[in-house]
């Protein structure tokens, strides 16, 4: 059943509006305020506190101060704050679901997926808060003992993306609480809303004042540089475009900063001669269209061999054809809005330079006339290889498709930019898959899978779409730093 008014007027007046700082919500120094918009009418669904620098520096001395005390905390008790935070967003993911969806516009069963998604790093990192270890061992000449231990990196600041309000929070907060890490979230100016209902959570949870402070702000360079240049602050954790990242690592430089780094996408989807072009097709759907494509994931250059290449287009055409574009809250919506106007535009130059260039467009190729920013799904064959959709992040749902001949032009062609986030392949020939994987310059592949995120796997990218992973086992060592102490032979007298 849609979604009626009420039902998000009840969830819109449970986010608290404030600046959430120590362990309170306060309103930003300077009063100022900004509006968050619903990307499917345009309309102002709330009005924030917009932190000033001085709110930034507030954040930054309550986590600086609760550091040494959270770090103390028996790992027990962390991980219980997050199991405790995992029972309750899950259950509460249809009010975690609806607020995804009004801000950022994804349709309502994407949200939900999304709920699962970002509450199981909360779950996972439950568990992994009691399994951090060191070692003792006996130096090679057995004169000394070398005791190595893992400790907490300290205050760190998060840098998050709209496109995925709560997932990008938690796969940094998580392993932050995990490791005995104190914070300053950031959130994205556009999709705000569910940072701040999440923090509602862990405050019920028992999560102690000033762990986790988070500052909405429109002046995010302002409000986050002198943080960033602060000598309390020991790590940057980000997710963004690789310009932002590049900037914020130049910035990081100057401390010397632990940073994380998960940039942007431009991934490969590969399909041989010998896939199961059914199974090709069901994955194309997903690493396309999830998110509407605005996804580091998704799919953003289809290299498929000759000889299917028109059998693959004409039936992701017939199933992007079905994708009804609707508001999100809306019972047949498949396809919600891009986040804004200037992003829709973005996405139709680059379809418009790639047809202008000789590339044919299979279905979709125009914005949906109305209100808010929809796209059709698009399909574009016989793209020429040079067309700047081949180089850039499209992140909207427009699949262009370009041919190849032999193995060894497909993986040329995918390793043929400076991205290397993820890679999709579609054989049926197991060794070629693992070839792949081998040859492949990305962080993650999916072999005969459209999604790879999992909260138990090493998220993560190579070349300029980052440093660093976020979840699976690797995920809280990026919160810890290794200390060893040398120990005197216990022997010697
Ligand atoms: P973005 O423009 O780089 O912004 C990301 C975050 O950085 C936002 O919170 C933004 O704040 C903040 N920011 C912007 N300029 C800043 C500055 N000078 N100093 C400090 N913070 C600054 O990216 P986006 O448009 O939100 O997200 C889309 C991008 O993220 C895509 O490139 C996508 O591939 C990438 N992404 C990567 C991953 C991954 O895991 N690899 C996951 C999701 C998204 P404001 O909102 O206030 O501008």
Not at 463 to 473: F, H, I, T, V, Y
Request: proline share 5%.
């Amino acid at each position: 059943m849609a979604v009626t008014a009420d039902q998000e007027k009840a969830v819109l007046d449970k986010v608290p509006t404030g600046l959430f700082i120590d362990g309170e919500w306060r309103a930003s120094s300077s009063g100022a305020t900004f509006n968050v918009e619903d990307p499917s009418t345009g309309r102002t669904l709330l009005t924030l506190a917009d932190a000033t620098p001085e709110d930034g520096m507030a954040a930054l001395d309550a986590a600086a101060a609760a550091q040494a005390d959270w770090a103390r905390t028996a790992p027990r008790e962390r991980g219980e704050i997050l199991r405790r935070a995992f029972d309750m967003v899950t259950a509460r993911a249809d009010e975690f679901a609806l607020l995804m969806t009004l801000e950022m516009g994804k349709p309502l069963a994407e949200a939900r997926g999304e709920v699962t998604y970002g509450a199981e790093f909360l779950r996972w990192f439950s568990e992994e808060a009691v399994r951090t270890s060191g070692r003792y061992s006996m130096s090679p000449d057995g004169k000394s003992r070398l005791l190595v231990n893992k400790k907490p990196v300290g205050p760190c600041l998060l840098i998050t993306p709209w496109n995925f309000p709560l997932a990008m929070a938690t796969r940094k907060i998580a392993p932050a609480v995990a490791a005995g890490c104190t914070m300053v979230l950031k959130p994205a100016n556009l999709t705000p809303l569910t940072s701040s209902l999440f923090a509602t959570v862990l405050q019920e949870a028992g999560l102690p004042a000033g762990v986790l402070n988070i500052v909405n702000t429109t002046t995010a360079g302002a409000v986050t540089g002198p943080l960033i240049e602060d000598p309390r602050l020991r790590k940057l954790s980000f997710t963004g475009s690789t310009p932002v990242g590049r900037n914020l690592l130049a910035a990081a430089s100057k401390n010397v900063l632990r940073t994380s780094m998960e940039l942007g996408g431009n991934a490969p989807f590969l399909v041989f001669e010998d896939a199961d072009l059914d199974a090709a097709v069901n994955g194309a759907m997903l690493a396309k269209l999830r998110n509407m494509g605005e996804a580091c994931t998704a799919a953003n250059r289809f290299i498929v061999h000759e000889s299917v290449a028109d059998r693959f287009a004409a039936a992701l055409a017939e199933r992007m054809e079905g994708m009804t574009t609707a508001r999100g809250t809306e019972d047949e919506s498949k396809l919600g809005p891009l986040i804004d106007q200037k992003s829709r535009d973005k996405v139709h130059e680059l379809v418009t330079a790639a047809v202008g260039a000789g590339a044919e467009t299979v279905t979709g190729g125009s914005p949906v006339t109305g209100d808010g920013y929809f796209y059709q799904a698009t399909v574009l064959k016989n793209v020429p290889r040079s067309a700047r959709i081949m180089q850039e992040e499209i992140f909207g749902p427009v699949a262009p498709i370009v041919t190849f001949r032999t193995e060894d032009e497909a993986v040329e062609l995918a390793n043929d930019t400076e991205y290397g986030l993820v890679a999709y392949v579609f054989t049926r020939d197991f060794n070629r898959g693992l070839r792949m994987g081998e040859r492949l310059e990305t962080g993650m592949m999916g072999l005969n899978a459209g999604v790879v995120s999992n909260a138990a796997a090493p998220f993560g990218g190579v070349k300029q779409s980052g440093l660093g992973r976020e979840g699976g086992a690797e995920g809280i060592e990026e919160y810890l730093y290794t200390q060893y102490v040398g120990i005197a032979n216990p022997y010697a007298s």
